[in-house]
């Protein structure tokens, strides 16, 4: 593991994308992940991360993609293909089940939900980095979904905002093999300062 320390008074736990759509039996998407995702403890691995964060103080930040609402993309110009997608599917379609948090991840008291992203990072056209500078953050810990969109797109615009990431790589899921390993193996060991298993940092912070 990499030689870096999390002190709360500026690190962060982001938190991209823990629809039901995505990571509950049920969910639009969860039939293309379920086997990354059970294969890694996804799941588990997120909510034990999570929990690890609120106990050792941790602030908790939220990037949610944007929740589908009728007019959301009728009369664009321009409409990126994995928009389109979301569109046609009506993925977390504000008001459904699928469009709420999977329970267990709901934000508490204290944490900071940013505004919703249009397309695939949790910075583009968000109060994200407003927020996290407001608080003194300086480090970020991610885990959520996709590897390869939304989770590689943020990871890489903080690294241009000049943050500190650290990646789960157990925590967090995609479609295939192939995919995650781009995304983890190929791409984010650029931008990532860290990358590393759920067990290596919750000891981490527990040792902290």
């Keep these: 593991m990499a030689n870096v320390t999390y002190d709360k008074a500026d690190t962060a736990l982001l938190v991209i994308d823990p629809y039901n759509d995505f990571i509950s039996e049920g969910g639009k998407v969860w039939s293309r992940i379920k086997r990354v ?7 588990p691995h997120m909510l034990q991360v999570l929990t690890a964060a ?6 908790v930040f939220y990037a949610l993609h944007r929740r589908y609402r009728p007019g959301d993309y009728e009369g664009w110009k ?8 979301a569109w046609e599917r009506r993925t977390f379609e504000y008001g459904t089940w699928g469009g709420e948090l999977r329970s267990g991840f709901e934000p508490e008291p204290g944490d900071i939900v940013a505004s919703e992203h249009w397309c695939s990072s949790g910075f583009a056209n968000t109060d994200l980095d407003l927020q996290l500078k407001r ?3 300086h480090k970020l810990i991610v885990i959520g979904l996709i590897a390869h969109t939304c989770v590689e797109a943020t990871v890489r615009f903080a690294a241009e905002l000049g943050y500190e990431v650290t990646m789960v790589k157990d925590a967090t899921a995609d479609y ?4 995650m390993h781009a995304a983890l193996d190929v791409n984010l060991p650029s931008y990532a300062s860290a990358i590393v298993s759920t067990s290596e940092l919750v000891d981490s912070l527990s040792s902290r």
Excluded: M
Excluded at 54 to 59: G, M, P, T, V
């Design 37 to 43: 995702a059970e294969a890694n403890d996804c799941v």
């Design 54 to 59: 609120r106990k050792a103080s941790l602030r």
């Design 78 to 85: 321009s409409i990126a293909p994995v928009q389109r997608a």
């Design 135 to 137: 608080h003194g953050i």
């Design 176 to 179: 295939s093999d192939v995919e």
